[in-house]
């Protein structure tokens, strides 16, 4: 291909991609909201509150500066995270999957991994009004215990992040690597040629269906309820939400973000929420996201509704864990996506 | 790092509240952990210093009642309850025993709600927001009841010195609704608790999480559910007359964990249903207010009461005009959290909020000691007197 058709073309892809992941993710989490709500016997908040109106009211509310180690770079986390996102989205559709090499399980793998990183950082800045700085004679009266480091809870929660980096999200790593194993590939390229081969002949009308998809196999399917616990441990939600329990860290190391930077905060979890679940149409039933493939686009749209709406269900049920409860199941998810792993070797 | 003995080693402290968006009421928690485990903890509730004693010094006994029901939003009966009970006791008014079944039924529908209302509490902070939701939709019954019966859903005014309000009488229409809306309550209340206990992730929360033993449970004096989950048989509604035509089973459980103090609430409840169909079924005819007395000078007069969360303590006199002097209210929540501050030590930290909101404490009313130490006068927290000087009636 002529490079500078390739250059516009992934100029292109990019912007629409982008768009259409900003605007789709933000409606993901009023549905998920909704499903909660009807579990709970509620009406709920209308779909489009929870993502549109909340980033928007968000984004015009008044500024306010958050309690940091690091101001500056507590508040610039925030756009590395959008930014990191983004990029794991970009890598899955189908332009990028050329560019550096990063079109694979290890550009995956690693944009997950520093989104991980993300809370860590977070945590260990965040110094919320809330715990230890809050003005109260508790030491005044007299410490029970003395001379030890008054921890902020925001950091306690960092601790947590660093732990679920180390063995909670482990099984989501796993589970990632049975559709490249079934491929004998690293490449999201070569995982769609096996499960979709007619994807690459298609023509952009027309809708290239997957003729033997991995969900649909033993390994796939186990690898796939895996990718959906580690779906639930990367974006924090019960009953994982460990880091950002709200009966005692509250939200974690987000706490200080307000007005425009909660807004990012919403967009970057909303987008990971999406780029997740479409990850899992694009790797397990071989629908990749391609902005010039109309059709294509909206089926993989509307296959990355499985995640979300599992996820409200389980979310409704669930309460949170504490790391007595986490440990066991992250292992017992490990043993599970290792066993997918093996079999898939004989797909 | 501080070590403070050979096996304890405290790593840090982490401290929060009295603002948090998970506690209700304003209260400090300070615990002191090892990675996620709690090694200490202390607790400071003397935040929400109302001055209802002070208050109520001077005041006609009977315009107590539109204070002593106002000491609580969730147990506002009990609290008008004992505060006529002390001067009925005092000065020796006999109580209609229609009045004493109208009493006992607005005291077991509120008891429920109170239940209710801790489990809300209690799965909202598991992070089970179905459950806590549920169990404030099953609430709404008992709130629905004590509008029938009082004409208000927090505070319904049932008691007056001497009986109950003539607004309060059950007609016969009335008992056929409590009756009805009772027997609908049981049918979905044991299909929700039996999904509870049902399930695996909320009973692993649960299942040997803040033990307290029973030695621990009468050192500290944890009262009421708290105590008899702990295997404490200690109640006082056994020793209440008002109590005496009832047929019903104090509920003691001997496993003294989180789950033991959810259950034994949870049996508790069934227990008040029987007292309500009871009472609604064996309702006397006869007065229900004896107006035949007059206020005057009344000896400090003590009384105790089986609140929903322990033992509850109004103590007052009357000098010759009938003017309160010297009210004291003891709660049960100061001395049934100086046993969480116990019971939480080995639990992860989530699990020690967990904890001390399983003895279901209220705060707001529970403020209210002063203490004259060296000859100076020093305001001190329930909880700081019985860390300091032991608990003794």
Redo the contacts between chains.
């Keep these: 291909m002529d490079p500078m058709l390739f250059i516009a073309g992934i100029i292109l892809s990019s912007i629409i991609a982008t768009i259409i992941a900003v605007l789709y993710s933000l409606v993901l989490p009023g549905i998920e909201r909704k499903l909660?709500a009807r579990?709970?016997?509620?009406i709920g908040p209308p779909v489009l509150t929870p993502g549109w109106w909340a980033v928007l009211k968000f984004w015009y509310k008044g500024k306010a500066e958050p309690i940091a180690q690091m101001p500056l770079f507590y508040k610039s986390l925030i756009w590395l995270g959008i930014t990191i996102v983004l990029l794991l989205f970009l890598f899955s559709t189908p332009y990028w999957w050329v560019v550096l090499g990063w079109g694979s399980v290890l550009g995956i793998a690693g944009f997950l991994k520093l989104e991980e990183v993300l809370y860590v950082l977070m945590g260990s800045q965040s110094q919320s009004i809330?715990?230890?700085s809050?003005p109260?004679n508790?030491l005044v009266?007299g410490?029970?215990?003395?001379?030890?480091?008054?921890?902020f809870?925001e950091q306690?929660s960092a601790e947590r992040a660093l732990k679920m980096m180390a063995i909670g999200s482990l099984p989501l790593y796993i589970a990632l690597l049975v559709p490249f194993v079934a491929a004998r590939s690293g490449m999201i390229s070569d995982v769609i040629r096996v499960q979709n081969p007619v994807y690459f002949a298609s023509s952009w009308f027309s809708l290239p269906l997957p003729s033997n998809p991995v969900i649909l196999t033993v390994p796939g399917f186990l690898a796939a309820v895996v990718y959906f616990v580690g779906y639930l441990i990367l974006l924090n939600e019960?009953?994982f939400?460990?880091l950002k329990?709200?009966?005692?860290v509250?939200e974690g190391g987000v706490l200080e973000y307000a007005s425009k930077l909660r807004a990012g905060y919403y967009l970057m979890r909303n987008l990971l929420l999406f780029a997740l679940s479409s990850i899992f149409v694009t790797l397990f039933i071989g629908i990749p996201f391609d902005p010039f493939m109309p059709l294509c686009l909206i089926l993989n749209m509307i296959l990355s509704l499985i995640l979300p709406i599992a996820m409200a269900i389980l979310v409704?049920?669930?309460?949170?864990?504490?790391?007595?409860?986490i440990y066991p199941a992250t292992v017992g998810l490990s043993a599970l996506g290792v066993l997918a792993l093996i079999l898939s070797v004989s797909l | 790092m501080t070590e403070r003995s050979k096996d304890v080693v405290v790593e840090k402290e982490l401290s929060f509240g009295p603002v948090h968006p998970a506690l209700i009421e304003p209260f400090r928690i300070r615990l002191f952990v090892n990675d996620e485990i709690v090694e200490d903890c202390e607790l400071t509730i003397n935040m929400a210093h109302r001055g209802v004693e002070r208050l109520l010094e001077g005041l006609p006994v009977e315009r107590a009642l539109l204070i002593t029901e106002r000491v609580c939003g969730i147990c506002s009966n009990v609290h008008a309850w004992n505060s006529v009970r002390v001067i009925e006791s005092g000065l020796n008014i006999k109580v209609p025993e229609r009045a004493n079944y109208i009493r006992v039924l607005i005291n077991e529908v509120q008891r429920i709600a109170s239940h209710l209302i801790f489990f809300g509490h209690a799965f909202e902070v598991l992070g089970h927001e179905t459950f806590s939701m549920r169990s404030f939709l099953l609430r709404e019954v008992f709130m629905d009841l004590m509008a029938y019966i009082g004409g208000n859903r927090v505070m319904p005014s049932v008691p007056v010195i001497g009986g109950i309000r003539p607004r309060a009488d059950l007609t016969e229409s009335l008992k056929r609704v409590i009756l009805e809306r009772v027997d609908d309550f049981e049918k979905k209340y044991l299909e929700f608790v039996q999904r509870v206990l049902a399930d695996p992730l909320v009973m692993s929360r649960l299942t040997g999480v803040g033990l307290l033993s029973k030695d621990e449970a009468i050192k500290y004096h944890a009262t009421g559910p708290t105590g008899r989950s702990s295997g404490w048989d200690y109640d006082v509604r056994r020793m209440m007359y008002e109590y005496k035509p009832f047929d019903f089973n104090v509920i003691v459980l001997t496993e003294g964990d989180n789950k033991a103090r959810v259950v034994q609430r949870a049996l508790e409840v069934i227990e008040s249903l029987k007292i309500i169909r009871q009472v609604v079924k064996n309702l006397p005819e006869g007065p229900i207010v004896n107006r035949d007395w007059v206020p005057g000078k009344m000896d400090f007069t003590t009384m105790y009461f089986e609140t929903f969360r322990g033992e509850l303590m109004h103590s007052y006199g009357l000098d010759s005009q009938g003017l309160i002097r010297n009210y004291k209210i003891r709660t049960p929540t100061p001395t049934n959290l100086a046993a969480m501050e116990k019971a939480c030590i080995g639990d992860h930290v989530t699990d020690a909020v967990l904890t001390i909101a399983s003895c279901d404490p209220c705060l707001t009313c529970c403020n209210r000691v002063e203490v004259i130490e060296s000859g100076k006068t020093r305001i001190m927290s329930d909880i700081e007197i019985v860390r300091k000087y032991g608990w003794r009636r």
Aim: charge should be positive; charged fraction near 25%; proline fraction near 5%.
């Design positions: 909660q579990v709970q016997q509620r809330l715990t230890t809050m109260i508790d009266k410490a029970k215990i003395k001379g030890i480091l008054r921890e809870v306690h019960r009953p939400n460990i329990a709200k009966i005692d509250i409704a049920f669930s309460p949170i864990l504490t790391f007595r409860q």
